[in-house]
């Protein structure tokens, strides 16, 4: 019940941000849309931020994780909020390894066996949150639950089920339409 309204305070504050908006638009891709997602409004906003990481760190409370994990760059806002409000170390996942220094591909102190969230910001094929996934998984750590603020129900939550990983949205497009 508590989830649930803080859930739907989320959905307010992302209506009242017009970080969802509805019409015709163009995507990066290059395909049409009848709603944009300005994912980049949601994490640069405080009060969002702090709702997010409310609901997640809630949800997370007795499961005994180690760290929260944010693909760059649009999670690492949502996985230090969560850090934050949790008490949880966080880490945050390159794009890429860097080719200077130590080279990593995940920057924080992640051990074998260590148990971890994975926090995006919005998904549409989850294809970046899946590389995010194996990231942790290839550096020995144990992906137990992944979340995204925002699904854009194009058939991410489907795609990573076949791949293993159980994605949790706080938002999918139809909760806001």
């Known amino acids: 019940m508590v989830i649930e309204q ?16 509805f019409g015709k638009f163009t995507l990066s891709s290059g395909r049409e849309s009848d709603f944009y997602v300005d994912m980049k409004k949601a994490i640069t906003d405080p009060e969002i931020l702090s709702q997010v990481a409310k609901i997640i ?39 890429a390894q860097k080719g200077y220094g130590t080279s990593k591909l995940i920057e924080g102190e992640l051990k074998e066996g260590n148990r971890v969230i994975v926090v995006e910001d919005v998904t549409t094929t989850g294809n970046s949150l899946l590389k995010a996934v194996r990231a942790v998984q290839d550096n020995g750590g ?21 791949e293993g990983v159980i994605l949790e949205p706080l938002v999918s497009i139809s909760d806001v339409k």
């Open 142 to 162: 144990v992906v137990e639950r992944t979340f995204v603020i925002v699904d854009r129900e194009e058939g991410a939550v489907e795609h990573l089920k076949k």
């Open 57 to 95: 760190s809630h949800i997370i409370l007795d499961d005994e994780i180690d760290l929260v994990a944010g693909p760059a760059l649009g999670a690492v806002p949502i996985a230090t909020a969560v850090a934050l409000q949790s008490g949880i170390p966080m880490l945050m996942i390159r794009k």
């Open 6 to 21: 803080e859930k739907n305070l989320l959905i307010s504050l992302l209506k009242d941000n017009q970080v969802i908006q």
